[in-house]
């Protein structure tokens, strides 16, 4: 079945660098995607979504960016923060019709580490 | 403040024991959600419920059972059958038509002895 994937399972950065974490699907009826924040033991935080009818989407110090075309998308989080340390989740919903609300397939996440 | 309260955060059993994890939410959401998640892994659904005495099996719904008697209140059990129960059980509600954002609940972490 089609799912949706990390490119890169890790990340460390300096406190202070611009991250950025990548993510390929691979259904290209999905028109709505977000990005959750998970830290450790809690559940996934809500970071920023994006409709395909968007190619970009900005937030406090977070950017989303779609790529419809090689069915790509990316995370970027400016001047990172140790407090930014999590795994970070893409999801993807395929809004057959408006039926399958919440029904979100999760990628596998990325380890983002932040050095002091 | 409005959320999502699971319990119990952890919870041991032995095997071949049934146990019901708890979810109640006070967001005024109809739509809620189980997802399982593995060490290193994304979130599976297990089971997803968009209006009160109504639910529909996820992807992975074998071994486990639901119920959505009250709107605020959707209980999870992990049955005998479930062959490999141990994993963090995390719930979720949202609205139904709009926007697909869920908001999760802290999770259980079960193990199974």
């Known amino acids: 079945g089609e799912s949706v994937g990390l490119h890169l399972p890790t990340l460390s950065v300096q406190e202070g660098d611009n991250s950025i974490i990548n993510c390929a699907y691979s259904?290209?009826?999905?028109?709505?995607f977000i990005w959750y924040k998970q830290e450790s033991g809690k559940g996934p935080q809500f970071i920023i979504d994006?409709?395909?009818?968007?190619d970009k989407r900005q937030g406090q110090r977070v950017t989303v960016l779609l790529n419809k075309t090689v069915k790509h998308l990316s995370l970027q989080i400016a001047a990172t923060q140790p407090g930014d340390s999590a795994v970070y989740f893409c999801?993807?919903?395929?809004?057959?019709?408006?039926?399958?609300?919440?029904?979100?397939?999760f990628g596998q996440g990325t380890i983002l580490t932040v050095h002091p | 403040d409005g959320g999502i309260t699971q319990s119990p955060k952890y919870l041991f059993r032995k095997e071949g024991q049934n146990v019901t994890l708890s979810c109640e939410q006070n967001?005024?959401?109809?739509?809620m959600y189980w997802y399982r998640q593995d060490p290193g892994q994304g979130l599976r659904l297990i089971y997803y419920?968009?209006?009160?005495?109504?639910?529909q099996k996820g992807d992975i719904a074998e071994g486990y059972s639901v119920s959505r008697e009250k709107k605020e209140s959707f209980p999870l059990t992990v049955t005998s059958a479930q062959k490999n129960p141990t994993a963090f059980y995390l719930c979720?509600?949202?609205?139904?038509?709009?926007?697909?954002?869920?908001?999760f609940g802290e999770g259980s972490r079960l193990t199974v002895l």
């Open positions: 259904n290209s009826a999905s028109d709505y």
């Open positions: 979720a509600s949202s609205i139904v038509k709009g926007a697909g954002e869920l908001f």
């Open positions: 994006i409709r395909s009818n968007m």
């Open positions: 419920s968009q209006i009160v005495n109504d639910f």
């Open positions: 999801a993807e919903n395929m809004d057959a019709g408006g039926t399958s609300y919440g029904k979100l397939t």
């Open positions: 967001l005024n959401h109809d739509a």
